[in-house]
């Protein structure tokens, strides 16, 4: 994942669609059904954050 520097969301992250940004979206941004929850990884995830950005910038994504 590509995200943060002590909370800061990083721009490239923020410019399209990737794939843990669209699971995020499709699962409404509810950690408890994210595949990235068991992964033991420390720390805070951002990425609610970065759909709203992505939905506000670019739209919500189109599925295929």
């Known amino acids: ?3 943060v520097n002590n909370g800061i969301i990083s721009d490239s992250i923020t410019q399209s669609w990737t794939e843990q940004a669209l ?6 941004c509810d950690c408890s059904k994210c595949s990235l929850r ?13 759909v709203k950005i992505l939905v506000n910038s ?7």
Do not use: D, L, R
């Open 58 to 64: 670019i739209g919500k994504p189109k599925f295929a």
């Open 1 to 3: 994942m590509e995200i």
């Open 23 to 28: 699971e995020c979206y499709s699962i409404n």
């Open 38 to 50: 068991n992964g033991g990884y420390s720390f805070i995830c951002q990425m609610p954050k970065v």
